[in-house]
């Protein structure tokens, strides 16, 4: 694509600055995110194992924290695989568990028939394919005034993907159905466990609540290929509609479990609190995500004349119903259109506006309804963590029509 140039905006100028100004508080997120959408050169390198990653679509934070460009996201649904986000907890396992993928060994624990099999075994009991959107609890955390610890992501850190695998109620019904009393299928990462450290403190352990045994797939193909060691090859746990942390990578373990995981990551870890506050286990998990939606064309200038808005829209466990999109920071909206195909409740519908602008600045913005008529919200209140901003607010983009 062409390399937009990215202007700084003088945000107490003119009337849409104005009205921006009036919703953005601080109006630190929103320069932010104006001077990151862009298509810059990147200046930090990408990590070995992301290698195969395509540069100018990425923003590097960190080793672990590959972001895709807003821009970058296209109409076609799947977001292709050299572009999708990473985020790890940990280094990743050395890539040699994914030249010999088939032999890769899954424990599985809380079924009536304990044992562990092989992906190769796994690749006999069945195969479903799913479309999800991939998208980290930590997305839009740029767009938060307070500091919240953890990488600034904007909108990057999440895309919709393909997965194909064996769905996981084929494996509990070979393995002779759930332990009683088990609430939670608890998935173990295969990451090496620095010595010296409390495992708890770094594991990857995620557990998620009974029900998704039936919609978890235990993935070894991502978008056609198999998953490659950035994403969990050989095996990933998908678990639709719930934030990207609950999908363990390179998973090791499954057991159908009682409890919590142990770990730090479920007990106070990904724990919604008011700013200030500690995690803990009585606050609520990030599992099932939110209604949300935010615009990926234009997102910083455009030529006058016909404009086709365009934009990502997603409900979590529910399918998107409609989208709306407006010019004017929110003060009116045009319901936009959903662009086929469909790919599920779980996948992101790609929509469309198409406008006419004459030359000035615009805050574009959308706002996504579920099939349940939940509506993305204006705004998102502060959390400690700043986990995911979904309002409509600061997702806006300012763009200079030319
Ligand atoms: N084993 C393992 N699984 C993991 C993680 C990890 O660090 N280790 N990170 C989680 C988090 S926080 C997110 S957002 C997603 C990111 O998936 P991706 O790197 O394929 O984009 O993986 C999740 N699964
Ligand atoms: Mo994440």
């Given amino acids: 694509m062409d390399t937009p140039v990215v202007h700084?905006?003088?945000?107490?100028?003119?009337?849409?600055?104005?009205?921006?100004?009036?919703?953005?508080?601080?109006?630190?997120?929103?320069a932010f995110a104006q001077e990151a959408i862009g298509t810059q050169a990147p200046t930090t390198p990408l990590p070995d194992y992301a290698s195969w990653k395509k540069p100018e679509a990425m923003i590097v934070h960190?080793?672990?924290?590959?972001?895709?460009?807003r821009p970058f996201i296209g109409t076609s649904s799947v977001v292709p695989s050299n572009i999708l986000f990473v985020r790890n907890n940990l280094e990743p396992p050395d890539s040699a568990i994914v030249a010999d993928a088939d032999a890769w060994e899954v424990a599985f624990e809380g079924v009536a028939q304990p044992r562990t099999m092989t992906v190769r075994e796994l690749k006999q009991l069945g195969i479903a394919t799913v479309p999800t959107?991939?998208?980290?609890?930590?997305?839009?955390?740029?767009?938060?005034?307070?500091?919240?610890?953890?990488?600034?992501?904007?909108?990057?850190?999440?895309g919709c993907v393909v997965w194909s695998g064996v769905p996981l109620?084929?494996?509990v019904?070979?393995?002779?159905?759930?332990?009683?009393?088990?609430?939670?299928?608890?998935?173990t990462g295969g990451e090496v466990i620095p010595e010296g450290i409390d495992a708890n403190e770094v594991l990857v352990e995620r557990s998620v609540p009974i029900e998704n045994v039936d919609t978890i797939i235990l993935a070894?193909?991502?978008?056609?290929?198999?998953?490659?060691?950035?994403?969990?090859?050989?095996?990933?746990?998908?678990?639709?509609?719930?934030?990207?942390?609950?999908?363990?990578?390179?998973?090791k373990r499954i057991a159908f479990t009682e409890a919590e995981s142990e770990a730090d990551i479920q007990q106070t870890g990904y724990r919604v609190r008011?700013?200030?506050?500690?995690?803990?286990?009585?606050?609520?998990?990030?599992?099932?995500?939110?209604?949300?939606?935010?615009?990926?064309?234009?997102?910083?200038?455009?030529?006058?004349?016909?404009?086709?808005?365009?934009?990502?829209?997603?409900?979590?466990?529910?399918?998107?119903?409609r989208v709306e999109v407006s010019t004017d920071d929110g003060q009116s909206w045009q319901e936009a259109q959903l662009l086929d195909p469909d790919l599920g409740r779980y996948?992101?519908?790609?929509?469309?506006?198409?406008?006419?602008?004459?030359?000035?600045?615009?805050?574009?913005?959308?706002?996504?309804?579920?099939?349940?008529?939940?509506?993305?919200?204006?705004?998102t209140e502060p959390n400690h963590r700043g986990y995911d901003y979904s309002g409509w607010d600061r997702l806006a983009v300012e763009v200079t029509v030319l």
């Fill in 220 to 251: 070894w193909e991502m978008n056609g290929e198999p998953v490659p060691l950035a994403h969990g090859g050989p095996l990933r746990v998908i678990v639709p509609g719930y934030y990207g942390v609950n999908n363990v990578k390179y998973v």
């Fill in 133 to 158: 959107v991939l998208q980290c609890s930590g997305n839009g955390r740029g767009l938060f005034d307070h500091e919240a610890s953890g990488s600034p992501w904007l909108t990057g850190a999440a």
């Fill in 169 to 171: 109620r084929a494996v």
């Fill in 8 to 30: 700084r905006r003088h945000f107490l100028i003119g009337a849409a600055g104005v009205a921006v100004a009036s919703t953005v508080p601080g109006m630190g997120g929103l």
């Fill in 62 to 69: 960190t080793e672990l924290t590959l972001e895709t460009r």
């Fill in 173 to 187: 019904d070979a393995l002779g159905g759930v332990a009683e009393g088990a609430r939670f299928v608890t998935n």
């Fill in 274 to 321: 008011p700013v200030g506050e500690s995690g803990a286990p009585d606050q609520p998990s990030m599992w099932q995500m939110k209604v949300k939606s935010w615009v990926t064309h234009p997102v910083v200038e455009t030529p006058s004349g016909p404009i086709q808005i365009h934009g990502v829209a997603f409900g979590g466990i529910n399918p998107v119903q």
């Fill in 347 to 379: 996948a992101w519908r790609s929509f469309v506006l198409p406008v006419e602008l004459p030359s000035g600045t615009y805050s574009i913005t959308s706002r996504a309804t579920d099939s349940e008529g939940n509506v993305q919200e204006q705004t």
